[in-house]
């Protein structure tokens, strides 16, 4: 069992669809993020959810809507993608809290071509 | 603002020789610091951590870290390569600027080891 589980693991849409990325985490932890990584690009840090708030939206476009409805589970919501937003998406949970030393957890990402 | 830097874009080691890959950071306060490897279409594993005391860190799968203060690094360490250590390596540092816990990532390094 993977403490942090991603589904689809591939995923190809066409530039009008729309299409969910989900993750589950199975560490009780009560933070969750998403990542971008594309081909030759540092990580990016999209979104953060910290006691299922969000905490960081960082300049993502509006294309992208998370969605965290519990500790457990976290969403991305796709819309009107563009080609250049292939990539692979990680989904990571972590402790947050007063002396927690912030490791993040990570699941096998969802590879996503848009077309 | 929190930052590491991996120098090399890619190592290239022989089995059974040693091999090390390089990090530097720049933060504000105590570093926390971490290594990642990333397996072709995986998600990230964690390897280890340096939080405070001990400059050497010892992690998964025989992997080391040396924690330098002086020379703000983090280096990846291993006394014998295998072949299956052949992956993209990523440092990061913790960042909790705005109240709440994230990595900052470098760019990687890919690892290759020859037979």
């Known amino acids: 069992e993977t403490g942090v589980t991603q589904t689809p693991r591939h995923l190809v849409m066409g530039m009008t669809n729309k299409k969910s990325l989900k993750c589950e985490q199975h560490l009780g932890h009560n933070a969750m993020y998403w990542y971008k990584q594309s081909a030759k690009k540092p990580l990016e840090l999209m979104f953060v959810?910290?006691?299922?708030?969000?905490?960081e939206n960082n300049s993502v476009p509006s294309r992208f809507s998370p969605e965290c409805p519990n500790s457990s589970h976290l969403f991305l919501h796709l819309h009107t993608l563009q080609p250049e937003d292939s990539a692979l998406y990680l989904c990571?949970?972590?402790?947050?809290?007063?002396?927690?030393?912030?490791?993040?957890?990570f699941g096998e990402g969802s590879r996503l071509t848009v077309l | 603002a929190q930052s590491v830097a991996q120098p090399e874009d890619q190592v290239n080691v022989a089995e059974g020789n040693p091999l090390t890959v390089k990090c530097t950071y720049s933060v504000s306060g105590n570093p926390y610091l971490f290594w990642y490897v990333q397996y072709p279409n995986r998600g990230l594993q964690f390897l280890l951590k340096y939080i405070t005391g001990d400059n050497l860190v010892k992690g998964s799968y025989g992997f080391e870290a040396e924690f330098n203060k002086s020379q703000t690094s983090f280096h990846l360490k291993k006394p014998s390569a295998l072949v299956s250590d052949s992956a993209l390596y990523f440092c990061?540092?913790?960042?909790?600027?705005?109240?709440?816990?994230?990595?900052?990532f470098g760019a990687g390094t890919r690892l290759a080891v020859h037979p």
């Open positions: 990571a949970s972590s402790q947050a809290g007063q002396g927690r030393t912030g490791e993040l957890f």
């Open positions: 959810y910290s006691l299922e708030e969000r905490v």
């Open positions: 990061a540092v913790r960042d909790v600027t705005g109240g709440y816990n994230k990595l900052i």
